[in-house]
């Protein structure tokens, strides 16, 4: 298939990037690794008049790294933050869910950032600027705002970006003290969207007992769904975690569709069987966390 007739423009300037866009008037899609717009675009799914490619324009390609989190601009590829020893070490729930985003070459294109501005209810890089409460910086013809990732995801591929705006990085916050993290998903076969997942974040109190827990549902929900299960495991110890309580909660939030490749109840299931996976994996990593010397490591990913 080819694409439909569109201008291609190629700015060197992040103002004449804006520029462009706001005159596009809501006709202009931004280009960046182009693994999800180009193949809308030769299915037709997508027939924009313009397409503004920003792979040209400066100082997007950074990844950033303090003591608050990490900074990633809009032109770091997934790969690039996949091997970034310092940014994956801040927050280690980055590469569990990198890894598990398509094939390495699609992760040689796509970029963190696209892949969140696309917001694909299935995408796993979304679950993880939600469930650690992280922000979009969007540049348009006013200036910059920064949006909160609770904010940010409107609906299936839909956000709070304006059609005349850019996502010039997203900023995904270092987790507190004490915290393990893990991502559990099933897909249909290796590389493939996942039919469900859960991203976890599991925090220890200094008696090594449970005293917050988070998860992030992908492809239950229109957008990517965080679920506060604290109360239905708080003061417990992470070893052998009965997650029962849990799973029920996550239960009664997800809003699973049937479609052609699973089932809700299937996918509701999933979701219940990744609960416990993801907060078992993720409440070993914590105690891991508070004496690596102790515990083995465990992140455990499963399509
Ligand atoms: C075969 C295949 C399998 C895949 N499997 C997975 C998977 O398992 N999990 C997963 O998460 N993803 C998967 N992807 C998608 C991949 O992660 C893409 O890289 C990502 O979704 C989009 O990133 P991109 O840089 O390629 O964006 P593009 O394709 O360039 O753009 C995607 C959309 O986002 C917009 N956009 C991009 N960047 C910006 C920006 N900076 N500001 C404003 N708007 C922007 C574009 O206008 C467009 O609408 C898969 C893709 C393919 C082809």
Redesign the pocket.
Known sequence: MKPPPFTYHAPVHLDDAVRLLAQAGGSG???????????LLNMRL?APAHIID?NALPGLDTVRVDPGGVRVG?LVR?SVLEGHAAAVSAIPLLRQGLR????PV??N???T???I??A?P????PAVLALLGGEVEARGPAGVRTVAAADFFTGPMETA?AAD????AVRFPRPAPGTGTAFAEV?RRQ????VCGVAAAVTLDADQRISAARACYISVAPVPLVVDLTEAVAGRAPGNLDTADAEALAADRIRPEDDIHATASYRAHLARVLTERALRDAGRAALNSLDPDSHPTAIRSER
Not at 29 to 39: C, D, E, R, T, Y
Not at 122 to 125: F, H, N, T
Not at 165 to 168: G, L, W
Not at 191 to 194: E, F, L, N, R, V
């Open positions: 899609k931004v280009l960046a690794g182009g693994q999800s717009l180009v193949p997508a920003i809009a997934h598990l985003v398509a094939h699609i992760r294109r796509g970029t950032v696209g892949s501005a696309h694909d299935s995408a796993e890089m970006l705006e850019i996502a010039v897909a590389g493939d969207y996942a």
